[in-house]
């Protein structure tokens, strides 16, 4: 997956809880992505990152939380506010001055 | 909703034999697009990009074309492979934007 490492690749949860979903890269690329993907679905964005320190909203943001405190690091909260949290979650990193996305393997979230 | 749709959601097609993946988009300032092919259970895989100023882009048994007058993008596989079964995604890039949107997906599959 080019340098991108996700974790952890499965993940159950109860309703009501918070769970956090880590993204890692060491490509050193400034933006870093998260999009979700439901069954037969395409990706739909959740947060952005294009700078350490700095975050914008996506489509779908909405019981989401992210942090960007460190360049290789941008972890993703799936809150209790979300209201349909299972998916598949990616990760992806833009290289500086390039348009295509490279993703990490992604990691799959079922709540119970 | 999503500016980047697909004709198709499945495709099947015979071991050899040439296929075809339709996509149609709705954003006249899309500058750039892009076809990712994603495997079952895995993160998608870059396959092929074309800027806005381009007609075609041809890769390794695949090319790509670009019909803006219509606002369709298609992805053309030779002689297909049992490896090349997987659902594939095109994906624009809003002008000016950094980030991408992604359409439904197709998901080719091959008979032997």
């Known amino acids: 997956d080019g340098g991108i490492t996700q974790s952890p690749k499965y993940l159950f949860r109860k309703e009501g809880q918070n769970v956090t979903l880590s993204c890692e890269q060491n490509?050193?690329?400034?933006?870093m992505y998260w999009y979700r993907q439901d069954p037969g679905q395409g990706l739909r964005l959740i947060y952005y990152?294009?700078?350490?320190?700095?975050?914008q909203k996506g489509d779908i943001a909405e019981g989401y939380s992210v942090s960007r405190e460190k360049k290789e690091s941008f972890p993703l909260t799936v809150t209790s506010a979300q209201k349909n949290p299972t998916a598949f979650y990616l990760c992806?990193?833009?290289?500086?001055?390039?348009?295509?996305?490279?993703f990490g393997a992604g990691s799959r979230l079922t709540v119970l | 909703g999503e500016s980047v749709g697909l004709h198709l959601p499945t495709l099947s097609v015979q071991e050899g034999d040439n296929s075809i993946i339709n996509c149609a988009y709705s954003?006249?300032?899309?500058?750039?697009f892009i076809w990712y092919k994603q495997e079952s259970g895995k993160g998608p895989q870059f396959i092929i990009d074309?800027?806005?100023?381009?007609d075609k882009r041809q890769g390794q048994r695949v090319t790509v074309l670009l019909n803006k007058t219509v606002k369709h993008l298609s992805l053309q596989i030779a002689a297909t492979q049992p490896g090349d079964s997987a659902v594939y995604f095109c994906?624009?890039?809003?002008?000016?934007?950094?980030?991408?949107?992604f359409g439904q997906g197709t998901r080719l599959t091959i008979n032997p």
């Open positions: 990152s294009q700078i350490v320190n700095d975050f």
């Open positions: 074309i800027r806005s100023n381009m």
């Open positions: 954003n006249s300032a899309s500058d750039y």
């Open positions: 994906a624009e890039n809003l002008g000016g934007a950094q980030k991408l949107v």
């Open positions: 490509l050193n690329h400034d933006a």
């Open positions: 992806a990193v833009r290289g500086n001055g390039a348009n295509v996305l490279t």
